[in-house]
């Protein structure tokens, strides 16, 4: 049994990504570097537990068939064998299948109900998808003076003036506290869209009509500038939705409340500065 578990654990460690990245890199291998629980759990999940379980299957799919390619080939077996049935051999076949379903379903229903129960959360935002842009309001600070957030997209231009990825970059970044969970409740004014943010380990679908809820928790000392894109095809524009996410200490935040839903000049490039660094360094 050790030296199973130890097998596993070493073949998914192979399939570790050698380079952990914050910021989505052309040709990356594996997944960006998760910031929350949720997205570790997601990655150990494939890393651990799927990636040796379909290598496996492959290796063995693949060695039974040269086997038979070569064993009973038409030359050595001039005269070709009538077998139509095995019936132990089909017990195995259909049991064995079973099991690897109940290995592989077990531990993913875990993580997709974790996704689903939301745990006692510390603030809300609702982000709702617009043809073609994002907007983020917060429920609980109106009163405060913090108004919605209409999130667009940077150009080209726009991206390399001000350092950032294009398509993935917007002019207002939805703004969080790290350390905090926070309860995400995602609609849509017009078609479906999804609201993706993978290094949170967050995917859901914007549909009209409906609410859906989701949340998140950023680990302490990620502060930084996070992104993703609309994940649900939404029309012509689909490309050209980015989603940013700055997370920010919960100090910083309650300034950025306190200031009716801003930063000072002076903190706002600060912030983002450090936030950048971070996020290139990881
Ligand atoms: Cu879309």
């Known amino acids: 049994m050790r030296l199973k578990t130890s097998l596993i654990t070493g073949a998914g460690l192979l399939f570790m990504p050698a380079l952990a990245t914050a910021l989505p890199v052309d040709g990356n291998m594996g997944f960006q570097d998760p910031v929350t629980s949720t997205m570790e759990q997601i990655v150990g999940f494939h890393n651990t537990w799927i990636m040796p379980i379909i290598t496996i299957i492959v290796l063995l799919v693949m060695a039974l068939m040269l086997f038979i390619m070569v064993r009973f080939r038409e030359k050595a077996n001039p005269v070709p064998s009538k077998t ?35 745990p006692e959360t510390e603030m809300t935002i609702k982000v709702t998808g617009d043809t073609w842009y994002w907007e ?16 667009n997209p940077l150009n080209k231009e726009q991206a390399i003036a001000a350092g950032k990825p294009f398509l993935l970059a917007a002019d207002a970044p939805l703004v969080v506290p790290s350390d905090t969970k926070v309860k995400v409740l995602v609609t849509s004014r017009n078609n479906l869209h999804a609201f993706a943010v993978p290094q949170f380990g967050v995917k859901m679908d914007a549909i009209p009509g409906i609410i859906n809820e989701t949340w998140f928790e950023v680990f302490e000392g990620k502060e930084g500038t996070y ?16 989603i940013e996410v700055k997370v920010v200490s919960k100090a910083d935040f309650n300034t950025w409340v306190a200031n009716g839903g801003s930063f000072t000049q002076q903190e706002a490039s600060n912030n983002y500065g450090s936030g950048m660094t971070t996020a290139a360094q990881e």
């Not at 983020?136 to 999130?151: A, F, H, K, N, R």
């Not at 994940?231 to 939705?241: K, W």
């Open 227 to 242: 992104f993703g894109q609309c994940s649900e095809l939404c029309g012509v524009n689909h490309y050209y939705m980015p």
């Open 136 to 151: 983020y309001s917060y429920p609980d600070l109106e009163e405060s003076g913090v108004e919605s957030i209409i999130s």
């Open 84 to 118: 139509s049935h095995n019936t132990l051999i089909e017990i195995i076949w259909t049991i064995v299948p079973v099991l690897v379903l109940l290995a592989l379903v077990t531990p993913s229903m875990k993580l997709l109900y974790m996704q689903d129960d939301l």
